[in-house]
């Protein structure tokens, strides 16, 4: 058996026709792979990311509701607050301007004498100001018809600015109601 050389060194340079064709197609396939994880990655951190907005917006509507719940009970503690309607201009004064409301502390009435108008001013105070901290820009609305006498409905709404609200995905102000009749 002989063995042109030649013939067999130069069959080995040239590439076949379905081997030149094949030349850049790895490193397209690897580009491809590429993009498509980036695009899997981006997709899994805006649902991150939204996941966070509506964990962010569900501590805000429970402390709300905890909220509206709170100033029922106080008010069902002091009804003669809720007479007088002390409760009510407590909760206009905080909602109009927290910052301002919040700075001038009321009289302290743990463990002291206080008038049914002063407790209901504490309480306000005490719900908005320490209480509100998750909630983003909260106010508070206590409405019961006149005279407010027993058995009369009481309205307690709580609202608040939502964060979701920065991407549209929920309106810019959200509210919850509470009610309840009065003994």
Same mark, same amino acid.
């Given at each position: 058996?002989?063995?042109?050389?030649? &013939? !067999?060194?130069?069959?080995?340079?040239?590439?076949?026709?379905?081997?030149?064709?094949?030349? #850049?197609?790895?490193?397209?396939?690897?580009?491809?792979? @590429?993009?498509?994880?980036? %695009?899997?990655?981006?997709? @899994? !951190? #805006?649902?991150?990311?939204?996941?966070?907005? $509506?964990?962010?917006?569900?501590?805000?509507?429970?402390?709300?509701?905890?909220?509206?719940?709170?100033?029922?009970?106080?008010?069902?503690? /002091?009804?003669?607050?809720? /007479?007088?309607? %002390?409760?009510?201009?407590? =909760? @206009?004064?905080?909602?109009?301007?927290?910052?301002?409301?919040? $700075?001038?502390?009321? @009289?302290?009435?743990? #463990?002291?004498?206080? &008038?049914? /108008?002063?407790?209901?001013?504490? *309480?306000?105070?005490?719900?908005?100001?320490?209480?509100? /901290?998750?909630?983003?820009?909260?106010?508070? =609305?206590?409405?019961?018809?006149?005279?407010? =006498?027993?058995? !009369?409905?009481?309205?307690?709404?709580? #609202?608040? *600015?939502?964060?979701?609200?920065?991407?549209?995905?929920?309106? =810019?102000?959200?509210?919850?109601?509470?009610?309840?009749?009065?003994?």
């Amino acid at each position: 058996m002989t063995c042109n050389l030649a &013939t !067999a060194v130069q069959s080995d340079q040239r590439p076949s026709a379905s081997t030149s064709r094949q030349k #850049g197609v790895g490193l397209i396939e690897v580009m491809v792979g @590429v993009l498509i994880f980036v %695009s899997g990655v981006i997709a @899994v !951190a #805006g649902m991150h990311s939204q996941a966070l907005r $509506s964990t962010h917006d569900s501590i805000q509507r429970s402390q709300a509701l905890w909220l509206a719940n709170a100033a029922a009970e106080l008010m069902k503690l /002091n009804p003669s607050g809720l /007479n007088s309607s %002390s409760y009510q201009a407590a =909760a @206009v004064n905080a909602s109009s301007n927290l910052s301002s409301y919040c $700075s001038a502390r009321p @009289v302290q009435c743990i #463990g002291a004498s206080c &008038t049914p /108008n002063q407790m209901a001013t504490f *309480d306000v105070y005490e719900l908005m100001c320490k209480n509100a /901290n998750d909630i983003i820009n909260p106010t508070i =609305a206590i409405n019961c018809p006149p005279p407010c =006498a027993s058995g !009369a409905m009481v309205r307690i709404a709580v #609202g608040w *600015d939502s964060r979701g609200a920065e991407q549209g995905i929920l309106a =810019a102000r959200q509210k919850i109601e509470f009610s309840f009749n009065r003994n």
